[in-house]
T-cell receptor
Framework: AQSVAQPEDQVNVAEGNPLTVKCTYS??????LFWYVQYPNRGLQFLLK??????LVKGSYGFEAEFNKSQTSFHLKKPSALVSDSALYFC???????????????FGKGTKLSVIP | ETGVTQTPRHLVMGMTNKKSLKCEQH?????MYWYKQSAKKPLELMFV???????ENNSVPSRFSPECPNSSHLFLHLHTLQPEDSALYLC?????????????FGPGTRLTVT
């Protein structure tokens, strides 16, 4: 079984400050990890993913995430938050060793990010 | 925009009605998905289609019936729904099902069952 935990329902940060949205995961094989963002009345938008290679992954809109295998974490970060970053953020995981026949992408419950002007 | 469109954006239906949700992707992808998003719950995967063949059905009640006539279109037929089925229904597509490909989501259909 695979699972994702986003321990914070809400994160508040001042504009211009660095932001972190936390994610931890559990899979039996190699993790494929994803971050998505959802703005009000919109679907989810893909931000970035970790499949293999460099532990620091860079994505859209200046976001990055660091894969930490020992801590089973994949925290989303941005050096300087913008008010327009305010949205709902979802972490997701898939077992990369599950092979063909398994299509489950497991999402966390989401973290609401509010950037305060 | 992500290249995935959904219609209608909002739908209110009674428990005895029959309606359909439509999804279209313009990305040339081979896989399409239906998800249910309810408040304060993780996204629930409902169905997966790969090359127009249903490859996953996550114990979804039979009152939800998917259809994939070609790789660009996906439907979700609804009948005799329950109030607890009220949610945001999201369609997504990816280059291929599973593996490392990210999914691209449509804006969703907000369904209210009265």
């Amino acid at each position: 079984a695979q699972s994702v935990a986003q321990p914070e329902d809400q994160v508040n940060v001042a504009e211009g400050n660095p932001l972190t949205v936390k994610c931890t995961y559990s899979v039996s094989g190699n993790p494929y990890l994803f971050w998505y963002v959802q703005y009000p009345n919109r679907g989810l938008q893909f931000l970035l993913k970790y499949i293999t290679g460099d532990n620091l992954v860079k994505g859209s809109y200046g976001f990055e995430a660091e894969f930490n295998k020992s801590q089973t974490s994949f925290h989303l970060k941005k050096p300087s938050a913008l008010v327009s970053d305010s949205a709902l953020y979802f972490c997701a995981v898939r077992d990369g060793d599950s092979g063909a026949g398994s299509y489950q992408l497991t999402f966390g419950k989401g973290t609401k990010l509010s950037v305060i002007p | 925009e992500t290249g995935v469109t959904q219609t209608p954006r909002h739908l209110v239906m009674g428990m005895t009605n029959k309606k359909s949700l439509k999804c279209e992707q313009h990305l040339g992808h081979n896989a399409m998905y239906w998800y249910k998003q309810s408040a304060k719950k993780p996204l629930e995967l409902m169905f997966v289609y790969s090359l127009e063949e249903r490859v996953e059905n996550n114990s979804v009640p039979s009152r939800f019936s998917p259809e994939c006539p070609n790789s660009s279109h996906l439907f979700l037929h609804l009948h005799t729904l329950q109030p607890e089925d009220s949610a945001l229904y999201l369609c997504a597509s990816s280059q291929d099902a599973g593996t490392s490909y990210e999914q691209y989501f449509g804006p969703g259909t907000r369904l209210t069952v009265t």
